[in-house]
């Protein structure tokens, strides 16, 4: 581990999930723009729904999600009901009936829902779009508050690929940030969602969490890998109190340093290497067999709100509170505060609120951008080949030369890679062709 490149390279930056990132996202674009862009989907396009539940048992104070806690099922069946009428309505603005390649249920905590409430959602989609056979169907878990029944149930609805949250299994660390979660819970909530027929699992670690230790973040990918999940992700705590205010329950002075993050993350990925897991860009690791690997390896993976994914789609749709849509020229989000959702879906109006159109300069680097933080490399030319006079991104070569000169980036000619050494540092690579963030106001989580 080297401080100096810490120093240099380890500060704030996104996480690239878009680009450009969302807080560029502005109030110019919103519900009649949404509406051309709905109208101007083609019958033969594939999409991606993402279905957002912003309701959680309790909450977790690292959780930097769009969620609250609720205590009765009133709500959330309030909550169901307004889902339903979205989708009907975005249905009825898209020409045509194109078919949903995958969907995405996040939160929050989808498996909150009652069965038939899920059931009834997917059968209405099932309905009002076509359903391409090979659909991914993934849900967010719980393990805390799943039950038998309801994995069944998911199971039944045609869930094909479950999500689990477990972050760390050291109790002292569970303590500090508000999440009891035994492994035997975790284990459990394994066995009752493969006994119903959801074999493709992930399972969520994070480092950098208050009295986190190397050695328990070591432990707990070693554990997390016994459970044989397809794949696993190591998300970095992103310690942003003045968002989530939730977060101030976390003592400054029990989260590790830039140097210990640094020390848990490189540790966690050797450990899960040695175990047969291959790594996935910034934060993700899979089985050779997993859909991220092989697409990893015909260099299709792609990155979008929810991560890494081998989803193919050209159009996510965004529904609930909160939700982003993306489409080739542009970025849509739902109203964020629950009651401004529900007031315009009530009254039949779309609920988007945000967002920005990409013009061709945006697309480009956002090309750029996801190449890098998938593949770790990118041919600059072959993107760019009309950029005139001169090598495309001759500005970004000349900002990137300290990076190449500390060993974290390579330029062969056009061909820009992110070395082994860098790796820790993608993030950092990939800003330097990101124009909006010099002028933004938008605070970011570290780097490492
Ligand atoms: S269960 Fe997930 S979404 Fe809910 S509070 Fe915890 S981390 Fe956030």
Known sequence: MD???????????????????????????????????????????RLSLYLHVPFCAEMCWYCGCHTKVV????????????????????????PGRPAVAQIHWGGGTPSMLSDADFAGLMALIARRFSMAPDAEVA?????????????????????????????????????AINRIQPYDMTARAVDWLRGAGIVRLNLDLMYGLPRQTVMDVLRSADLAADLGPDRLALFGYAHVPWMKRHQRLIAEDDLPGASDRFAQAEAAADM???????????????????????A?????????????????????LGFGASAIGSFDNAYVQNAVPFGDYADAIRNGDFAVRRGLLRGPDDRLRGRVIERLMCDLQVDLAELAPSAGA???????????????????????????????????????????????????TARHSRAV
Not at 418 to 434: N, W
């Open 272 to 294: 899960l290497t040695e175990r047969g897991y291959r790594r996935i860009g910034l934060d993700h690791f899979s089985r050779a067999d997993d859909d991220l690997a092989i």
């Open 139 to 175: 849900v967010e878990i719980d393990p805390r508050t799943l039950t038998k029944e309801m994995a069944c149930a998911l199971g039944a609805a045609g869930v094909n690929r479950a999500s689990l949250g477990v972050q760390d299994f050291n109790i002292a660390v569970q303590l």
């Open 71 to 94: 205590r009765r099922y009133g709500p959330i069946a309030d909550y169901v009901r307004l889902l339903e009428r979205e989708v009907e309505m975005v249905a009825d603005a898209i």
């Open 296 to 316: 990893l390896r015909a260099g299709r993976l792609r990155r979008n709100f929810q991560g890494y994914t081998a989803d193919s789609a050209s159009v996510l």
């Open 390 to 440: 001169g090598r495309p991104f001759g500005p970004e070569r000349a900002l990137l030369k300290p990076l190449i000169d500390d060993g974290l980036a390579a330029l062969d000619g056009d061909r820009l890679r992110v070395t082994p050494r860098g790796r820790p540092y993608l993030r950092s690579v990939c800003a330097v062709f990101d124009t909006y963030l010099a002028g933004g």
């Open 3 to 45: 401080q100096g490149l810490l120093d240099r390279y380890g500060g704030p930056v996104p996480r690239y999930t878009s680009y450009p990132t969302a807080p560029h996202f502005h109030d110019g674009v919103g519900a009649g723009a949404y509406r051309d862009l709905l109208a101007a989907v083609s019958d033969g396009e």
